[in-house]
T-cell receptor
């Protein structure tokens, strides 16, 4: 699986949009971008994933650049409960039957 | 979505002893995995738990230290053997139910003294 690069930490004001970048310059054509988050003392939680089109669900939006070498996870109206470590993972396949390799992630802190 | 329960949620163990962690899923799943998260670190995959056969271990992890069982499609155990303080970590079970996302348990926080 391709390697990802994320900022170590970010702050965002409560109520504002949180934009978390991820670089995956070596991504292959059949690799998907997945985002998970881990709130303190809990197991990781799935957020969203995509291949090349932008995706949106009830939690977040995922913007993937046209060359697919980077992406941005957007939390539209951040709340204090969004404080967590966010992991960007690139992996082959759209089906959840393969192991996930976690990088170091971005520690997002929502400021009141 | 699958719900994963891990037992125990935390434990304090003496060095040299072993601890077995249980992972129970509320529905049949295709794949189960075990991760380790050392203090302040990201998750590291230990192994894939295979039903009815030996687990598949990642580099740096061996069966003698981390024996794994998976007797059926909903249950798996991880044993941390001959523990030392360096084994103090959170151990997480993960599973896939055939969908597009993985589910994780809440983890077992292990402290070895």
């Amino acid at each position: 699986d391709a390697k990802t690069t994320q900022p170590t930490s970010m702050d965002c004001a409560e109520g504002r949009a949180a934009n978390l970048p991820c670089n995956h310059s070596t991504i292959s054509g059949n690799e998907y971008v997945y985002w998970y988050r881990q709130i303190h003392s809990q197991g990781p939680q799935y957020i969203i994933h995509g291949l090349k089109n932008n995706e949106t669900n009830e939690m977040a939006s995922l913007i993937i650049t046209e060359d697919r070498k980077s992406s941005t996870l957007i939390l539209p109206h951040a709340t204090l409960r969004d404080t967590a470590v966010y992991y960007c993972i690139v992996r082959v396949g759209n089906f959840g039957n393969e192991k996930l390799t976690f990088g170091t992630g971005t520690r997002l802190t929502i400021i009141p | 979505s699958a719900v994963i329960s891990q037992k125990p949620s935390r434990d304090i163990c003496q060095r040299g002893t072993s601890l077995t962690i249980q992972c129970q899923v509320d529905s049949q799943v295709t794949m189960m995995f075990w991760y380790r998260q050392q203090p302040g670190q990201s998750l590291t995959l230990i192994a894939t738990a295979n039903q009815g056969s030996e687990a598949t271990y990642e580099s740096g992890f061996v069966i003698d230290k981390f024996p794994i069982s998976r007797p059926n499609l909903t249950f798996s155990t991880l044993t941390v053997s001959n523990m030392s303080p360096e084994d103090s970590s959170i151990y997480l079970c993960s599973a896939y139910d055939g969908g597009t996302e993985a589910f994780f348990g809440q983890g077992t926080r292990l402290t070895v003294v």
